[in-house]
C-alpha cells in the first residue's frame, strides 16, 4: 500500500511470478490480465470467478499469488481467503478492493486474516483502464510479494542454508538468524551507553497490519508512547486504528496535529501526511506535528521523516526503532540516523516477514543492534524499555 514508484525496483524473481486471479467480472479479469502480461517476469497461470473456483484451481495452477476480489456470488473473498491459506500456505493473497470506508474495513479484516497486502481498485473497468496508477501498483506488488514467495519457498528447500551471523555480545539485545536469511552484516553492538528509551518508533508496509496486530497486545501497558508509519491509503488508517484497539486493548489512533504524546498509546501516521513532532513547552510531552511535503521513497506517509523529527526532539539514545516486513527501502536512511546518534534498531527477520524490504534494507546496511522473528520483538521491546518480556 505505497505511493507509484517504478516497477522495477524489485531484483527479476528467479522464475517468472505465477499469478491466479479471481474476479467475477470477466472484463476485470482481463484487463488485470493484460496488465500484468506486460511485466516478462509475471505469468497468469488460471482465473476463477468465485470463491469457490479459487479453492478448486489451487493444486491445478499452483500460483505463487492469488489476486482476490472480495465481493463475489457463491463464496466471497473474505470466506476464501482462510480457506485458500489453509490449502496452500505458502501462497500469498492480493486483495483488490474498492475505496470506501465499507472496502477499507473488510481489506483490514483481510489483512488480519492472512492477506499479503490490499491494492485499491478502480470502480469501474474505464477506470482501471485509463489508470496508470493502479497499472504500477499492480505490478509492483505482484513482482515482490511473489518474488518473495518463490524465495522463501526456495530458501526452505534449500538443504545448505548460510551459515548464521556471529552472535552478538551478550548485553546486545537477542538475535537470530534464519535459513531463510540472507547474508548480512553481523548485528551492532549496543550502544556503550544505552539507556531506555521514551519512545518507540515502528515502520511497516506490505504485511504490517498483521504484524501490528500480533505485537501490539504485548505491548499494552508499554511505558512510552508508540508512533508508527504504515504504508496505507488515507481511508485506511483510521479503521486499521480502530481495529488495532480492538484487537489489542492498547489505545490506538490516527495522528492528529496538536496530540501530545503519552505513554502506552500508539499513533499512527495519516495516510497522505508526513508525521513529525515538536517539542512540549515547560516541560510538557513533545506534540504531534503533520507534513503535506513531497512523497519520500514513493511513500506518504513515510518512516525516515518519522525518524527524522524523532531525533530532532528526544535525541539519538531516547528513541527505540522497529522496522517490520515491507517492501523498499523507507526507513533505511532515518535509522542510520538513529543509530549514528546512539538510538537502538530492531529489524524483523526475512523468515517471517511477508516481504523483506525496508527490514532487509536496514540489515544489509549494517544498521540493526538485533534481527529477530516477529514473535521476539514484543519481547525484546519490553526488555529494552525496562520490563519484562512477558
Known amino acids: 500500500m505505497t505511493l507509484s514508484g517504478p516497477s522495477s525496483d524489485a531484483a527479476a524473481p528467479p522464475r517468472p511470478v505465477r499469478v491466479l486471479i479471481v474476479d467475477d467480472s470477466a472484463i476485470i479479469r482481463a484487463l488485470i490480465e493484460r496488465i500484468l502480461k506486460t511485466d516478462p517476469h509475471i505469468t497468469v497461470c488460471g482465473f476463477a470467478r468465485n470463491g469457490q473456483e479459487t479453492l478448486e484451481a489451487l493444486n491445478a495452477c499452483d500460483p505463487d499469488i492469488v489476486v482476490l476480489d472480495i465481493?463475489?456470488?457463491?463464496?466471497?473473498?473474505?470466506?476464501?481467503?482462510p480457506r485458500i491459506l489453509e490449502k496452500k500456505p505458502k501462497v500469498k493473497v492480493l486483495i483488490c478492493s474498492t475505496l470506501s470506508?465499507?472496502?477499507a474495513a473488510i481489506s483490514i479484516k483481510a489483512l488480519g486474516l492472512g492477506a499479503a497486502d490490499c491494492l485499491l481498485k478502480p470502480s469501474s473497468p474505464t477506470a482501471i483502464s485509463a489508470t496508470g496508477e493502479f497499472h504500477q501498483d499492480l505490478l509492483?506488488?505482484?513482482?515482490?510479494?511473489?518474488?518473495?514467495?518463490?524465495?522463501?519457498?526456495?530458501?526452505?528447500?534449500?538443504?545448505?542454508?548460510?551459515?548464521?551471523a556471529p552472535t552478538p555480545r551478550a548485553d546486545a539485545l537477542p538475535s537470530r538468524r534464519t535459513p531463510a536469511a540472507r547474508p548480512t552484516p553481523a548485528p551492532r553492538p549496543m550502544p556503550t551507553r544505552a539507556r531506555r528509551p521514551k519512545v518507540l518508533a515502528i515502520g511497516c508496509s506490505t504485511g504490517g497490519?498483521?504484524?501490528l496486530g500480533q505485537i501490539l497486545?504485548?505491548?499494552k501497558g508499554l511505558t512510552v508512547p508508540i508512533v508508527v508509519t504504515q504504508h496505507m491509503p488515507k481511508a485506511f488508517i483510521r479503521i486499521l486504528a480502530e481495529h488495532l484497539a480492538t484487537s489489542s486493548g492498547m489505545p490506538c489512533t490516527e495522528a492528529g496535529a496538536g496530540m501530545s504524546l503519552e505513554p502506552g498509546r500508539a499513533y499512527f501516521a495519516p495516510g497522505g501526511l508526513h508525521m513529525g513532532f515538536t517539542s512540549g513547552a515547560r516541560g510538557a510531552a513533545p506534540a504531534i506535528s503533520l507534513s503535506d511535503s513531497p512523497p519520500e521513497n514513493f511513500c506518504k506517509p513515510a518512516v525516515d521523516p518519522m525518524l527524522r523529527g524523532l531525533l530532532e526532539v528526544y535525541g539519538g539514545p531516547?528513541?527505540?526503532v522497529a522496522i517490520l516486513t515491507g517492501m523498499g527501502e523507507d526507513g533505511a536512511k532515518g535509522c542510520r540516523a538513529v543509530a549514528d546518534a546512539g538510538g537502538r534498531i530492531l529489524v524483523q527477520d526475512e523468515a517471517t516477514s511477508v516481504v523483506w524490504g525496508m527490514p532487509g534494507a536496514v540489515a544489509r546496511a549494517g544498521l540493526a543492534h538485533a534481527i529477530l522473528p516477529l514473535q521476539e520483538i514484543a519481547p525484546a521491546i519490553r526488555v529494552a524499555c525496562g520490563g519484562s518480556q512477558a
Open 217 to 219: 497486545p504485548t505491548l
Open 71 to 81: 465481493e463475489m456470488p457463491v463464496m466471497d473473498g473474505i470466506t476464501a481467503l
Open 209 to 211: 497490519p498483521a504484524a
Open 140 to 164: 509492483r506488488l505482484v513482482r515482490h510479494i511473489g518474488g518473495a514467495a518463490i524465495a522463501a519457498a526456495r530458501a526452505q528447500a534449500d538443504p545448505h542454508p548460510p551459515s548464521p
Open 318 to 320: 531516547a528513541i527505540l
Open 101 to 103: 470506508d465499507r472496502g
